[in-house]
């Protein structure tokens, strides 16, 4: 039985690791920074939560419904700078060399591909965590999943969290990003309508067709305004909002494998692409498992014959 799952938003820590990590490269010029961080950020994942099975998901594209729907959906996200760009292939060399199983889908986005693998892992019993920086994948968070940031492993995000976070409950999020827009996808939110009153107004009504039905009741008439204006936008929203829990394509946990590194070709690969700290690591033996210290013996006023 697989207890626990990490799954992890490959493109997103990618992009993270290569713009937090500056300058590094081999002697032949091949940058090497995202590769860095990226492995850097996936080894303290795996050693603070040792899940029993790892997947890195990577963005295939945006799936046809969307741009159906909104052709305008991430059309404002600048290329992939080249050198993160050349980096791709090493990342996937990595996630081979250790073991790691990586799924790119075309046309499928990791956040897809990463709800669907929760929705499984999850009806088996094993607790899930999916590293990302996401908003959209809060809406996936409930007793048995929840969000550990790529950067803090020492975090995490369960339900009572993201109503801290954000104001509404798990299954209120699409509602909630539905009418604030979302800057990062190109989603406009109901003109006027921030986090706060969102989080108002699901807070009355529960949820965003109970607001839509009701908007009559809500005493302020520039509200109840922007919220009739905005109708049409805000149920488009859910519909681009809502992940889709059933890719095609996505293997089941059964065929994906726990991770198996293979020591020497990693120590290889790191020394290939001069990650010599990495190198150094791989071919260290594991420390020794400490022994529990004896008890110190009881004062002499704690002594007892029973």
Request: charged share 25%.
């Amino acid at each position: 039985m697989i207890a626990s799952v990490l799954i992890v938003d490959g493109t997103a820590v990618a992009y993270r690791a290569f713009y937090a990590v500056q300058g590094l490269a081999t002697r032949d010029h091949q940058p090497t920074n995202a590769l860095f961080g990226f492995v850097r950020m996936l080894r303290q994942l795996e050693a603070r939560w040792h899940p029993d099975r790892v997947v890195v998901t990577f963005d295939g594209g945006s799936p046809a419904h969307r741009l159906e729907q909104c052709p305008a959906y991430k059309a404002q996200r600048a290329p992939m700078p080249d050198d993160l760009r050349s980096q791709l292939p090493l990342i996937n060399e990595y996630l081979a060399t250790a073991g790691i199983p990586a799924i790119l889908l075309k046309g499928q986005e990791a956040d897809d591909v990463m709800a669907t693998l929760a929705d499984r892992a999850a009806r088996t019993g094993a607790v899930v965590r999916l590293a990302t920086s996401d908003k959209d994948l809060m809406q996936l968070v409930d007793d048995r999943v929840r969000i550990v940031p790529p950067t803090k492993t020492d975090e995490e995000l369960d339900a009572a969290g993201v109503a801290a976070k954000t104001g509404v409950r798990p299954a209120q999020i699409v509602d909630w990003l539905a009418l604030i827009g979302d800057v990062a996808d190109n989603i406009p939110g109901v003109d006027g309508i921030g986090p706060k009153t969102a989080t108002k107004l699901l807070a009355r009504f529960g949820t965003l067709a109970e607001c839509l039905a009701r908007a009559d009741e809500i005493e302020s008439a520039s509200l109840r305004g922007k919220l009739q204006a905005g109708r049409a936008v805000a149920e488009l929203n859910v519909r681009l909002m809502t992940l889709d829990k059933n890719v095609p394509g996505v293997p089941d946990w059964g065929v994906l494998p726990a991770p198996a590194p293979d020591a020497a070709r990693l120590q290889a690969f790191f020394e290939k692409y001069e990650l010599h700290r990495f190198a150094a690591e791989t071919a260290a033996p594991p420390p020794a498992p400490r022994a529990p210290k004896p008890p110190a013996p009881p004062a002499p006023d704690q002594l007892s014959l029973f």
